[in-house]
């Protein structure tokens, strides 16, 4: 699926997922690249993200503070390494604004987006540098989240109507 885009898969190093929603590209894009939405379905619930940044180019930083229900916040900041409206996002964590090196790199997120009859057919990978870090991701719900994650952002997208 993913050899289409240029991408072999490494089973050990990433985790994939793909599916079909009845959104449009457009505003699938625009949940993902405005982050006074993105604040509103990229956390899965109970968590919550409580604030984004985006400088959407690459290089540019991809910041978001999530919160747990127990109120432990957790920054995350990386940056953008690709960019193509309504198509292609990539970010990372490996490198932060300005290409900067991570001390504590984790993993490599690239969302595809391509528009179908009904809606958008929606790619999300997480490529990992380390072993450790795909189980870590894998049992830290990352099936599960990115999916939950991805329904809240249909249901917003759709109340938005």
Partial sequence: MLQEFGIKINPELDLFFERNV????QRVWDAWTRP?????????????TTHCEIDLKPGGIFRTVMKSPEGMEMDNIGSFLEVVPQKKLVFTDTLLPEFVPSENPFFTAMVFLEPT?????????ARHGKKENCNQHKEMGFFAGWNKAL????????NQR
């Fill in 22 to 25: 009845e959104v449009p590209p």
């Fill in 36 to 48: 006074e939405l993105l604040v509103q379905w990229f956390t899965p619930d109970p968590w919550k």
């Fill in 117 to 125: 009859a009904t809606g958008t057919r929606y790619i999300a990978l």
């Fill in 151 to 158: 329904d809240q952002m249909i249901a917003m997208i759709q």
